[in-house]
């Protein structure tokens, strides 16, 4: 042996003596128990950050545990197309170039990130092999492999033929800059400091409190132009003789009726609000239930449109400072609070969230969720830690129906077509063979220009909610053209424990399905486990996983979320290159404390870079006393059982280092069992370190004669047990000083038996 372990010797070359001998792939064996865990899929196009350095440790750790367990133990790797944040990755690239996304037409644009993704993906998937995860390459999967795609639009279509899907104009979480619509799960919050404007409107008829006008405050206020009635909350007693009033727009001077509903919070402002139904959630909501009109004043570019007369064509923030200006010069202003602290809402892009009415494709959820609720409350599913399952039982009691179609072309498209003479008002974006950009009806475009020209540059397509449609993965026909919306990721993503294991009829299904544990972090169990178990049920009739493992988000050093505008970011590439894969993967494991968020743990992965020198330190100095010792047959074993040592002949520092061995065994077993992972990890640890190394060894060393030859075998015994115990933590160090230990017959540890208590 070296004298010391260098980690960038043995990496790469043992995980090909891996690869080579076909130790990952998990055959269908109906003699073993199937062991299943599907790798939650990367962004393709993206580099691996520490959580998936995390969640890839404790995935090999389970997978490698279970396969030297006996179990047909199958790990199945893929990446994921990752729609919207790959699409504004690449948007970005073109940015620096001066292009934009709007230069090109859909099909294009598509395939230009289709490259993009091709020439990126082998640098996520060279890294799943560097560190050391022991997945079958063989049924790796991709988001977009047609055998997606194909599940995909079959799972739609029975939605569909089951009336879970429709199609309606629907407030979303819009970003006019992204030019998608958002999930509400996918919304995130920031507080900062608005202007809060205070605006006079004039009572019709009547004063209040001596005043010929009344007072609502906005952050709104080129919205104004659209507000279709003002609101009180009818338990206000100071304000109800308000209700049934008339008040003049102070834009439009259009006469708006004052009614009540219990939406209002008295606290806000002065107690009156104005309802601008288009543009807000709530007063959308009050609209629909007493039926109000519905009126746009931006469109889905930013845009001001026509209802905002002379301010047509500008841009959101650009009205609102003219309409401000407008509004103090007429006079209509009364103050305005400079520091109000409010709350907006982002898209993932982190740019202001516009509730728009749009078309939409929604899933109805009500008769999904309810079993997929069930399935958590009666322990088809287990969620670790529990006390993350209340998370679970939260979202599935509030959540809405599920707008599925994104407004990117990144993605796999809604296989929906429509009939160009049956729907004559589509609105038709395309690029004309000139490479101008074409907006408009398309009754009105096909007056000057051809179907033909129209497909070939159509851009986005956008259809009412009344339009006829067929839904077909082909062209039904010469005179449709195709949805051009796709669908939200987490559409896709959650079939895949499906799609990853060729459900309906495939043998893999029918033996793998359902797989044994889903570990992620717990940011996406709303998003994708929760869609998951759905339509597991939905489709399969069972739940797609037995056991759900939330890690924590690992943060910086200092405490933070990792950030690139904070400097804080942490490259797993430089720890794997200074201290070794082994140390980085043990390093997360044992700094994590059971799913909760925890500090990136630097200084336990440079102390396990010195643990995997002190295995090999062992080895070494092992091997040295058994070249000493005269009787070579205790180098002719592997297990204890199998050795010339009898059990009369053990002393009591035999005996107490095999007990401890035992009961470091059940410790591992039993934290690995409940997915207590640094617990196991601390309990190897501290029994290689403390009781082999410390005083073990020091003890066998001093003996002499028969006395010392029991004590080496063993040593030999219990060193490779732990060697054994370790492998699924730190599976390269182990496997190379296996290697070193053991008859060049023996197996690889890989696949060697998982030790038992005695």
Not at 649 to 670: G, P
Request: charged share 25%; glycine share 6%.
């Amino acid at each position: 042996m070296e004298k010391q372990y260098n980690h960038c010797d043995y990496e790469k070359k043992i995980y090909k003596m891996w690869e080579d001998g076909g130790y990952f792939k998990a055959e269908i064996d109906l003699n073993k128990k199937p062991y299943t865990i599907l790798l939650p899929p990367p962004n393709a196009s993206g580099k691996m950050h520490t959580g998936n350095v995390l969640m890839i440790a404790i995935e090999d750790l389970l997978i490698r545990w279970k396969r030297m367990q006996g179990y047909a133990a199958l790990w199945i790797p893929g990446t994921d197309h990752a729609g919207f944040e790959t699409q504004i990755t690449f948007e970005k690239q073109l940015a620096e170039k001066g292009d934009s996304r709007l230069n090109y037409d859909r099909q294009t644009l598509y395939n230009m990130i289709w490259e993009f993704v091709q020439g990126n993906k082998h640098l996520i998937e060279n890294q799943i092999k560097e560190m050391g995860a022991s997945v079958d390459w063989n049924r790796y999967t991709f988001t977009l492999d047609d055998k997606v795609i194909r599940t995909v639009y079959e799972t739609f279509s029975k939605l569909h033929n089951d009336g879970l899907i429709y199609k309606d104009d629907y407030m979303v979480n819009y970003c006019t800059f992204c030019g998608t619509t958002f999930a509400d799960a996918e919304v995130s919050h920031k507080t900062k400091i608005s202007p809060l404007y205070y605006v006079k409107y004039q009572l019709v008829d009547i004063t209040y409190q001596k005043k010929a006008y009344i007072v609502i405050a906005t952050t709104r206020p080129e919205t104004i132009y659209v507000d279709t009635h003002v609101a009180i909350n009818p338990s206000d007693t100071t304000k109800t003789e308000l209700i049934g009033k008339k008040v003049l727009n102070p834009l439009t001077e259009n006469v708006m009726d004052i009614v009540a509903d219990e939406f209002v919070d008295p606290k806000f402002g002065t107690g009156i609000v104005k309802l601008t139904p288009a543009h807000d959630k709530n007063d959308y909501e009050v609209a629909k239930k007493i039926n109000l009109p519905i009126i746009q004043v931006f469109g889905m570019d930013g845009k001001m449109n026509s209802n905002a007369r002379e301010f047509e064509g500008l841009y959101i923030k650009q009205a609102r400072e003219k309409v401000v200006e407008q509004l103090i010069k007429s006079g209509k202003i009364d103050k305005i609070d400079e520091n109000y602290v409010n709350t907006v809402a982002l898209c993932k892009g982190k740019h202001q969230i516009e509730p728009m009415i749009i078309p939409n494709w929604f899933v109805k959820v009500d008769s999904l969720k309810k079993p997929a609720h069930e399935a958590v409350k009666d322990g088809r599913v287990t969620i670790y830690p529990k006390w993350q399952e209340i998370k679970y039982h939260r979202w599935m009691e509030t959540m809405h129906d599920w707008p599925i179609s994104r407004q990117v072309v990144w993605g796999i498209r809604i296989p929906v077509w429509y009939e160009v003479s049956q729907n004559p008002n589509l609105v038709i974006t395309f690029l004309t063979e000139k490479r101008n950009v074409i907006t408009g009806k398309l009754s009105e475009i096909l007056k000057d220009h051809a179907l033909g020209e129209i497909k070939n540059g159509l851009q986005t397509l956008v259809a009412t909610k009344d339009s006829k449609y067929v839904i077909s993965s082909d062209q039904p026909g010469e005179n449709y053209l195709p949805e051009t919306d796709t669908f939200d990721t987490w559409f896709s993503s959650g079939q895949w424990p499906l799609v990853t294991l060729g459900y309906p009829e495939s043998l893999d299904f029918k033996y793998f399905y359902p797989t044994a544990v889903l570990e992620t972090g717990w940011e996406i169990l709303r998003l994708w486990i929760s869609r998951m178990i759905m339509f597991g049920l939905y489709l399969a009739n069972d739940v797609p996983f037995k056991n759900v493992y939330l890690h924590g988000m690992v943060r910086a050093i200092d405490g933070r979320k990792m950030s690139k505008s904070l400097g804080n970011n942490i490259n797993p590439d430089e720890y794997i290159k200074e201290y070794g894969v082994d140390a980085l993967r043990m390093g997360l494991i044992a700094g994590t404390a059971n799913g909760k968020d925890f500090n990136f743990p630097h200084d336990k992965v440079k102390s396990y870079r010195n643990f995997a020198n002190k295995i090999w330190n062992i080895a070494r100095f092992m091997n040295m006393l058994f070249e000493e010792f005269e009787n070579e047959d205790i180098e002719e074993f592997d297990d204890l059982a199998s050795s010339p040592a009898s059990d009369e002949q053990l002393n009591i520092n035999d005996r107490n280092i095999l007990k401890l061995l035992d009961e470091t065994i059940n410790k591992v077993d039993s934290s690995l069992n409940k997915y207590r992972f640094s617990d196991a990890s601390e309990a190897i640890y501290h029994y290689i370190w403390n009781e082999v190394a410390s005083n073990y060894i020091e003890d066998v060393k001093l003996r002499k004669g028969n006395n010392k030859r029991v004590g080496l075998i063993v040593l030999k015994h219990v060193f490779l047990n732990s060697m054994k115990l370790l492998h699924p933590f730190m599976p390269f160090v182990t496997e190379a000083v296996w290697q070193e230990t053991t008859h060049k017959s023996t197996s690889p540890l890989i696949i060697s038996t998982w030790p038992t208590s005695k």
